[in-house]
């Protein structure tokens, strides 16, 4: 499954968010640290809400 994200580059590095997802964001010193970390945050996030609500 595919989720649209956003990714903000500062000074610091860079922020990323995830707006499908209601605060699924994610951070990293590098844009490639921030993607790798926002694709660990998404899976987690869909992990929680599948206990939380499952399907069957």
């Given amino acids: ?3 649209k994200i956003i990714l903000y ?3 610091e590095g860079c922020s990323v968010c995830c707006p499908g ?3 699924c964001w ?3 010193e590098t844009e490639k640290e ?3 970390n926002i694709q660990d ?3 987690e ?3 929680v809400i599948e206990e939380l609500f ?3």
């Fill in 54 to 56: 499952p399907t069957n």
């Fill in 1 to 3: 499954m595919k989720h």
């Fill in 45 to 47: 996030y869909l992990s």
């Fill in 9 to 11: 580059q500062s000074e």
């Fill in 41 to 43: 945050a998404i899976t």
């Fill in 34 to 36: 921030g993607l790798s």
């Fill in 26 to 28: 994610s951070q990293g």
């Fill in 21 to 23: 997802l209601p605060g």
